[in-house]
T-cell receptor
Framework: DAEITQSPRHKITETGRQVTLACHQTWNHNNMFWYRQDLGHGLRLIHYSYGVQDTNKGEVSDGYSVSRSNTEDLPLTLESAASSQTSVYFC???????????FGDGTRLSIL | GIQVEQSPPDLILQEGANSTLRCNFSDSVNNLQWFHQNPWGQLINLFYIPSGTKQNGRLSATTVATERYSLLYISSSQTTDSGVYFCAVPGAGSYQLTFGKGTKLSVIP
């Protein structure tokens, strides 16, 4: 079955370090998204991509970057981790405009 | 951007009771999704419902796009229904979803 996989599931790191969270989907979807989930805010969009070599900023993109070198993967990088980036991160994908998004199981990131 | 409001924010039910969760949105939309986040944190797709009514077992959803709201009905609730329910809609001309803050449902035996 097609799926979307995030790794690692949990990570603890220190402020100032670079961190990369992986997202891999086997749906062959064009569209991929990264969200963060914080108490009191629900899920907020960080970055998204509509296809290979395409990346766009979302609502809360400061301090994050993504790259899309193939259809299957959209890694999320925190260039210099800050304690405010402690959160649960979700990756999602969808096939076409208006089609439902499918979510990974999330990565819980703690920055000390 | 589009605003999404969910009500109530918290709901406690006795097992077997029925409930209705509401999602209001501030602009016209071409699709809407309902999700259940279980106690393990997984986001489960419940419904993709731009308009009309859909049913899946004890759950059903209705979206009235012209009046900018959607309702999620849970009948004969079970403890496994506990968790947070989110609705999400895309902004105008975009794919990316804007989420409501969710309704936290607790079903007690």
């Amino acid at each position: 079955d097609a799926e979307i996989t995030q790794s690692p599931r949990h990570k603890i790191t220190e402020t100032g370090r670079q961190v990369t969270l992986a997202c891999h989907q086997t749906w062959n979807h064009n569209n991929m998204f990264w969200y963060r989930q914080d108490l009191g805010h629900g899920l907020r969009l960080i970055h998204y991509s509509y296809g290979v070599q395409d990346t766009n900023k979302g609502e809360v993109s400061d301090g994050y970057s993504v790259s899309r070198s193939n259809t299957e993967d959209l890694p999320l990088t925190l260039e210099s981790a800050a304690s405010s980036q402690t959160s649960v991160y979700f990756c999602a994908s969808s096939e076409y405009i208006g089609q439902p998004q499918h979510f990974g199981d999330g990565t819980r990131l703690s920055i000390l | 951007g589009i605003q999404v409001e969910q009500s109530p924010p918290d709901l406690i039910l006795q097992e077997g009771a029925n409930s209705t969760l509401r999602c209001n949105f501030s602009d016209s939309v071409n699709n809407l999704q309902w999700f259940h986040q279980n106690p393990w944190g997984q986001l489960i797709n419940l419904f993709y419902i731009p308009s009309g009514t859909k049913q899946n077992g004890r759950l059903s959803a209705t979206t009235v796009a012209t009046e900018r709201y959607s309702l999620l009905y849970i009948s004969s609730s079970q403890t496994t229904d506990s968790g947070v329910y989110f609705c999400a809609v895309p902004g105008a001309g975009s794919y990316q979803l804007t989420f409501g803050k969710g309704t936290k449902l607790s079903v007690i035996p």
